[in-house]
């Protein structure tokens, strides 16, 4: 522990050494040596970061370890931020737990870029016209209506009887999704058991990806994983992906097996849509697992998207 003490001791010095040679940054409290002004954040950062705005203006920094965090809490500031200087601020500040860190996965990871390369436009382009445009959604209204119609049908199987509403919604709007992305279902009303297996799976995800990594804080002590999130996540993405890893490799072989040509014609999910733009399994397993995760919990995405 001292000897990691002395290491960031040093670090602050150097980052302090050099911020005195980059432009002016924003107003904000002053921080701490080494911690910055993480005390300050508590249990409820949003209504911490409010508070200091109305004492530091719209347009405030932060110091969280030896991150600089530049807070816009106006409209105004917002404005700026997500219209006039959208291009330069796009990208993120991936964290140490994602597999976004990967470079080979970053370039076609919409929520977490390094930056907004051409590859990155490529694919945001691809999911607008193939996932998100109102043709597409318009056309997959039959999907969620037979899904709906299957539950409502197990729903009348069970009259009389107690059953979880989370864990049936989570059945309908799971296989919804997958029938989008996979044309198939990936969960029985039936099996309670693997519902509530995926359920935590998908909870357990979201959970180790906001908890407060000490290695976003102090990046150099990123290799380390002190506290383990980095090895839960990949063993925790691992099991979620072994829902569909077969059905990748099944899609592919049998692409393989009657030529490009062929399916071109066929074309029916977004599966077809990444294969033809010749992404590997890796990157289409670890876009499902992103993707699966912030349509069923959209509200930890948020949370997620801000940390």
């Keep these: 522990m001292l000897f990691l003490l002395a290491i960031l001791l040093l670090l602050s010095l150097v980052l302090k050494h050099k911020s005195s040679k980059v432009p002016a940054i924003p107003p904000g409290p002053r921080s701490w040596p080494l911690i910055g002004n993480v005390l300050q954040m508590g249990n409820k950062p949003h209504i911490s970061l409010t508070k200091l705005a109305q004492v ?12 600089l965090l530049v807070v816009g809490s106006s409209r105004e500031a917002a404005s700026e931020i997500l219209k006039t200087h959208d291009r330069e601020l796009s990208g993120r500040c991936v964290p140490h737990a994602s597999f976004a860190k990967d470079p080979k996965l970053n370039e076609d990871s919409i929520a977490w870029t390094f930056e907004c390369t051409d590859r990155w436009k490529f694919f945001r382009s691809l999911m607008r016209n193939e996932l998100f445009s109102s043709k597409v959604v318009d056309g ?5 209506e037979a899904k709906a119609k299957e539950m409502i049908d197990f729903l009348k199987k069970k009259e009389g009887e107690g059953v979880k509403i989370r864990d049936i919604v989570f059945v309908y709007t799971f296989n919804v999704l997958a029938n989008i992305y996979l044309s198939k279902d990936l969960i029985d009303y039936d099996q309670s058991g693997e519902c509530q297996r995926v359920c935590g799976l998908v909870r357990e995800m979201m959970e180790l990806h906001t908890t407060l990594n000490i290695s976003d804080l102090y990046p150099v002590l990123g290799r ?15 099991r979620i992906q072994e829902l569909w ?27 077809d849509v990444l294969l033809d733009g010749e992404f590997s ?4 397993s670890s876009f499902f697992v992103v993707y699966m995760i912030s349509n069923l919990y959209p509200h930890n995405t948020l949370l997620l998207l801000r940390y």
């Design 224 to 238: 380390l994983d002190l506290q383990g999130l980095s090895r839960k996540c990949n063993e925790c993405g691992s």
């Design 56 to 67: 530091y203006g719209p347009l405030m920094s932060l110091r969280l370890g030896t991150q």
């Design 140 to 144: 997959q209204s039959s999907t969620r």
């Design 281 to 284: 399994d890796e990157q289409i």
């Design 245 to 271: 890893g077969s059905i990748i490799k099944e899609r592919r072989e049998g692409r393989n097996d009657t030529g490009d040509d062929d399916n071109s014609s066929k074309r029916k999910d977004f599966l």
